[in-house]
């Protein structure tokens, strides 16, 4: 008789960043299979909450690598922590259970409660499409900014029937704030 996997909610392991093999810069958390497999993982998606050497958690995922998988982690995140490649790390992983895989700003959900249409639109597109755009409009840290490209983003999701326009959305995002 086959034994149930246990599956834990949080695990911390010791891993070291590497630096990709090809020159791009970019760093990885090296990921085994068991780790992956002890979250409880099921289907393609595999979202966690990572904290590194006990620094803030963020989001991200486990991206399939041959056997294993890896965590990116940036330039930003490098340095606040001042670690480099080949430096062995602490890090804590748990199941990412939110929603979208990033938190959802405020004024972002205030313009969705106000706009059923743009709320049905957005809630259509796939959970990394959701991901993205939460990405992007979360990054502005000035709330009449955040407002405006929410706007200017669900205006986009009306006028291209559901669908985003990579080219033509970063156009309209340059528009100015309307002066009031």
Not at 81 to 105: H, N, R
Not at 133 to 154: A, G, N, P, Q
């Amino acid at each position: 008789m086959a034994r149930a996997k246990k599956v834990v909610t949080q695990i911390t392991i010791k891993t070291k960043l590497v630096r990709s093999p090809i020159e791009s810069g970019w760093h990885f958390l090296l990921i085994e299979p068991k780790v992956a497999e002890q979250l409880g993982f099921e289907g393609r998606f595999r979202r966690v909450m990572c904290s590194i050497n006990g620094d803030a958690a963020f989001h991200c995922a486990l991206l399939p690598w041959g056997e294993q998988f890896y965590i990116i982690v940036n330039k930003k995140k490098r340095d606040s922590l001042g670690i480099v490649a080949d430096d062995e790390v602490e890090v804590v992983l748990e199941k990412d259970t939110s929603k979208y895989g990033l938190p959802m700003p405020p004024e972002v959900k205030e313009v969705l409660r106000q706009d059923p249409e743009g709320d049905t639109l957005f809630h259509a597109l796939t959970p990394g499409k959701q991901r993205s755009m939460l990405y992007w409009l979360s990054r502005t840290k000035d709330i009449d900014r955040r407002i405006h490209e929410t706007l200017i983003f669900v205006e986009h999701l009306k006028n291209n029937d559901g669908k985003i326009d990579n080219k033509k959305l970063q156009a309209e995002l340059k528009r100015p704030i309307a002066d009031w």
